[in-house]
């Protein structure tokens, strides 16, 4: 089945054969007045079914996504020959494809997106990529909020649209806002330490080495959260029951905070009575409070010690230690400080 280099060089004529057996092609292929460097290597058998087809980078992103067609056409094609006028017909559909995606807009795409702007109003606009390929928008919610919104631009944008899309959505999370708003102004969050406006998650102190890490649901900001504490087993353990015998409390017609205040039974630590150095504590072991951006989450539970540690750090401080023992994701060793027992159980992302 070796190709006839006649009619091969007529379909192809800047490729050419590398060796006398006609196992290798090399060479260019020429669409739309440009060229692509290809090889083609056959097996000694010259099964086109097992060809290997070799290219340039330029022309392998250009045949991203029609590999599949190229190994069927490679399957049933007769000859060569046949298989290359596939091949350049395939080549004239990803070329013209991507000359379609890659060509500007008309004119009056131009226009019509500086009338949008006009209408939308310049001082809403904090920035316009050069070549209009990207624009930034603010916008300020009900509540007095400001946000920004990212487009990349194309001939079906519509500004005017989108704008009002991306308010009436900011609308809709206004009561998430709020909730949060209330509890990083009336309370002390440890983490995030600078929390977005698409943060969902908050570490409230609740004391010395003890905190409640809550996920709020922004679409119903008022439902209970997911709650998670961390301590020692001998502070967290009473918030725990207080939280299992309470919860039938939880009312979603009043705010999350004063919520988790009356089915905790407590007042959290605010910025105005305490500072926080006052219930925040470096680790025990690196002397640091944070660390590669985590705070530290492991606490000694025994009463008369009580220091904080980074999990990696305890992690890491556990296992040179031959009294050390895990089980599962659990270890269980000895205090760095006082030498009695301390658990650890590792998250999945430090395991």
């Known amino acids: 089945m070796a190709a006839k280099i006649g009619p091969l060089l007529r379909e192809c004529p800047l490729l050419l054969p590398q060796n006398r057996e006609g196992t290798v092609y090399e060479g260019f292929i020429t669409v739309q007045d440009r060229d692509f460097h290809m090889r083609i290597l056959l097996p000694l058998d ?4 097992n060809a290997r087809i070799q290219c340039s980078w330029q022309l392998k992103k250009l045949l991203d996504g029609y590999q599949q067609i190229l190994k069927q056409r490679l399957q049933h094609s007769s000859d060569l020959v046949s ?3 596939e091949f350049k017909t395939i080549l004239e559909v990803a070329v013209k494809n991507t000359q379609e995606m890659c060509a500007p807009p008309p004119p009056q795409y131009y226009s019509g997106l500086i009338g949008e702007i006009e209408a939308l109003g310049w001082d809403k606009v904090v920035f316009v990529d050069p070549s209009f390929n990207a624009i930034k928008l603010k916008a300020e919610d009900s509540s007095g909020r400001d ?3 990212t487009l990349k631009l ?8 989108i704008h009002s899309q991306f308010l009436a959505v900011l609308e809709s999370l206004k009561e998430f806002w709020k909730a949060l708003d209330e509890i990083d102004e009336k309370t002390w969050v440890l983490e995030p330490e600078k929390p977005a406006r698409s943060a969902t998650m908050r570490r409230i102190a609740i004391g010395k080495n003890v905190s409640v890490n809550i996920e709020v649901d922004p679409r119903h900001p008022t ?3 997911e ?7 001998h502070v967290v353990n009473p918030l725990k029951s207080k939280l299992n015998n309470n919860i039938h409390m939880w009312d979603p017609e009043i705010s999350l905070l004063q919520n988790l205040k009356e089915v905790l039974e407590l007042d959290f630590p605010t910025r105005e009575t305490l500072e926080k150095s ?9 002397y640091a409070y944070r660390l590669d951006g985590a705070i530290p989450d492991q606490v000694c539970d025994d009463a008369r010690c009580g220091q904080p540690f980074h999990q990696a750090c305890l992690y890491e401080w556990l296992h040179g230690l031959p009294s050390t023992r895990q089980s599962f994701n659990v270890i269980f060793g000895e205090c760095p400080y006082c030498n009695k027992q301390i658990t650890l159980k590792m998250s999945k992302k430090k395991v």
């Open 46 to 49: 010259l099964q086109l079914k």
């Open 83 to 85: 298989f290359m006028v």
């Open 147 to 149: 946000h920004l919104i």
């Open 278 to 286: 006052d219930f925040s504590m470096d680790c025990g072991i690196c």
């Open 223 to 225: 439902m209970f959260p």
């Open 227 to 233: 709650c998670y504490f961390l301590g020692a087993d």
């Open 154 to 161: 194309n001939a079906k944008s519509s500004l005017l649209s």
